[in-house]
């Protein structure tokens, strides 16, 4: 009967706990895409800036008691808002990017997080996610105040209208 080496028995035992390491890793790197099924209402929203009056439609949904509303369709009021505003879909990444001339906004919705001013925005609680309806992205209005509005204006949902002060 042969004598095992020990120096083969560490490097298998060596490579063993390398491959399940990188597997868990793999794992705990997979995204995850919140895909939201159900009927989306669409607002008629009035915008105020510089004394005229801007109406636009906007997708929203409720999910969870939290309001989400369509980056997609703000995307007219983020360019009247900063005119140097440009935004970008690559969907291989699953990436949405706002830039304004101020900052850049990355929202990536297979990773569930925002990069705002190179920070990671923290979701209010652990209902609250980024969603994806027909190409369209959902965040929460909470979050469309504080990194879209700069905390300098609230959106109102009344009825089947929505008012931007």
Known sequence: MKRLNYRKVVFVCGLSIFIVCIVIYMIGQMNHIYNYDQDIAVYKVTYKNDE???????????ENDIRYVSLNDMYNMMVIMD???????????????????????????????I???????????????????????????????????????????ENKTAIIV
């Open 52 to 62: 005229k009056i801007y109406n636009f439609d906007l997708k929203s949904f409720e």
């Open 83 to 113: 005119k140097d505003a440009k935004v970008y879909m690559d969907e291989n990444r699953h990436l949405m990017k706002c830039e304004f001339s101020q900052n850049v906004l990355d929202i990536s919705y297979a990773k569930d997080e």
């Open 115 to 157: 990069v705002y001013n190179n920070n990671c925005v923290e979701f209010e609680n652990n209902d609250e996610h980024i969603y994806v309806s027909h190409k369209n992205i959902y965040i929460s209005v909470f979050l469309t105040e504080k990194i879209v509005l700069n905390n300098e204006k609230k959106m109102k949902f």
